[in-house]
């Protein structure tokens, strides 16, 4: 166990070090000088010398090389450098809207996961009948709607038409007015909208995958052995076939997570909702490098965690993997 945990580790790094080499590359690709763009939104004619004091402070005039190691060597110790835009700590940034992703993201994970997996656990149990078909069609439906069309159409609808949740913000505007039940009430309707633009199409996908799963195990036969020896229904279904079907689940655990985050981008804009998904959208559009590549660091390290836990649930449900880590 512990070999094959050293292997998946280094897997890692080396998988960490490559996002950052593609990103950083990428970026510094893209035409377009940041510093200048952010001096001249501040002035209207820029002195030369002020452009190049900027670039020199943040080792912009260097070869890209040489950037990369600036920048490893700050990361290294948890130093991703200073905001071009805002000269505050690029860490000062994240730890302050981290909080308010975390828990839009849980709670559409939460939401996806509660709902998903039952539903397609369900429509296993029917095959072949017309509702586990309709199921099937509905699942595939909710999967390819586009989330920037689901958010202004639940907008349009329960914001604007119904006026029954707020149309976007995390808080209302008398909300310091408020007292303790009541703020928590405002959070809640805040949450709303977000959080179902969020899950729906993970939803879909928890269904579909755990349905798909139990199906395949349904036809072995130890399920069939199961069944002749009297085992209730229910006995052998969650007891036999759905912990067998267990891995293809932990596999998508370990893809639900960069799914929420890059779909917290277009989600956090949409809703106008404080947290790093909106960052990076307003931190691309102001090329702010340091804030680029310290929320990048960020998600993949969440990213490459959320895969090494996969890898220990998937070790700690299959014996025959732990098995083959040893050999």
């Known amino acids: 166990m512990l070999s094959y945990l050293i292997r998946r580790c280094a897997y890692g790094v080396l998988t960490f070090f490559g996002i950052t080499v593609a990103v950083f590359v990428l970026i510094h690709s893209v035409p377009g000088d940041p510093v200048a763009l952010f001096i001249g939104v501040r002035t209207m004619r820029p002195p030369q010398a002020l452009i190049d004091h900027v670039r020199h402070e943040h080792h912009l005039d260097q070869p890209i090389v040489a950037q990369y190691v ?188 960069p799914y929420l985050i890059s779909g917290s981008v277009i989600v956090e804009t949409i809703f106008q909702w404080d947290g790093i998904g909106r960052l990076y959208f307003d931190s691309m559009l102001q090329r702010d490098y340091p804030v680029i590549l310290g929320l990048t660091v960020t998600t993949a390290v969440i990213t490459l965690f959320a895969s090494l836990f996969a890898d220990i649930l998937y070790a700690l449900a299959d014996p025959r993997i732990r098995l083959e880590a040893i050999r």
């Open 70 to 257: 600036w920048w490893v060597k700050g990361v290294v110790t948890l130093d991703f450098g200073k905001s071009i835009f805002t000269g505050r700590s690029v860490m000062e940034h994240i730890a302050e809207k981290m909080p308010n992703t975390f828990v839009l993201n849980l709670i559409a994970f939460l939401l996806a996961a509660l709902l998903g997996v039952p539903i397609g656990l369900w429509s296993a149990t029917r095959s072949g009948r017309l509702s586990e078909r309709a199921s099937a069609i509905g699942f595939f439906l909710l999967y390819s709607l586009p989330s920037f069309w689901v958010a202004l159409l639940l907008m349009q609808f329960f914001a604007v038409k119904l006026n029954v949740l707020p149309l976007f913000g995390m808080t209302s505007d008398e909300y310091l007015q408020m007292n303790a039940a009541q703020q928590l009430l405002d959070r809640m309707r805040h949450l709303v909208l977000p959080v179902v633009t969020l899950s729906y199409a993970e939803l879909a996908i928890f269904a579909r995958f755990s349905k798909s799963a139990l199906m395949e195990v349904i036809r072995q036969d130890f399920i069939t052995t199961a069944r002749a020896k009297g085992a209730a229904p229910s006995a052998v279904l969650w007891r036999h076939a759905f912990r067998n079907a267990l891995i293809p689940l932990i596999t998508l655990l370990g893809l639900t997570i």
